[in-house]
């Protein structure tokens, strides 16, 4: 039993004694600005768009959903004057960008399908 202890301890000196080198400190890396996105202002995650945006909602109130198709992210939230209760975001075969956002209206769930940020479609 003691030669087995002392052989294990043998051999754990020895791979320590391997790795003797004193690791070094690793340096900090730059800050890097956050990524611009090539479609302009994008809502996030929460629901937030990433930019200020201008946008007039006025013509588009009451108008068929037929009649936003094309609008992008930022001005669908300009347009509900909220955040969606979610948002997904990912990529597709066909575009860079497709984003789900999910709005509870007065006639019921309307998931709005954008593509490359541009409304494509609305489920209600």
Do not use: W
Not at 86 to 104: D, F, I
């Amino acid at each position: 039993m003691m030669k087995s202890l002392s052989a294990i301890l043998v051999v754990g000196l020895a791979l320590a004694a391997c790795n003797s080198e004193k690791a070094k400190p690793i340096a900090a890396l730059p800050q890097q600005a956050a990524p611009t996105s090539s479609f302009g202002a994008i809502v996030d995650e929460m629901g937030k768009c990433t930019e200020t945006i201008t946008f007039d909602v006025a013509p588009y109130k009451g108008k068929p959903d037929d009649a936003l198709m094309g609008l992008g992210e930022c001005q669908i939230v300009a347009l509900h004057g909220e955040a969606p209760l979610s948002v997904m975001s990912g990529a597709s075969q066909n575009s860079k960008r497709e984003t789900t956002m999910l709005y509870m209206e007065p006639n019921g769930k309307a998931v709005y399908l954008f593509s490359d940020n541009r409304l494509k479609r609305v489920v209600r």
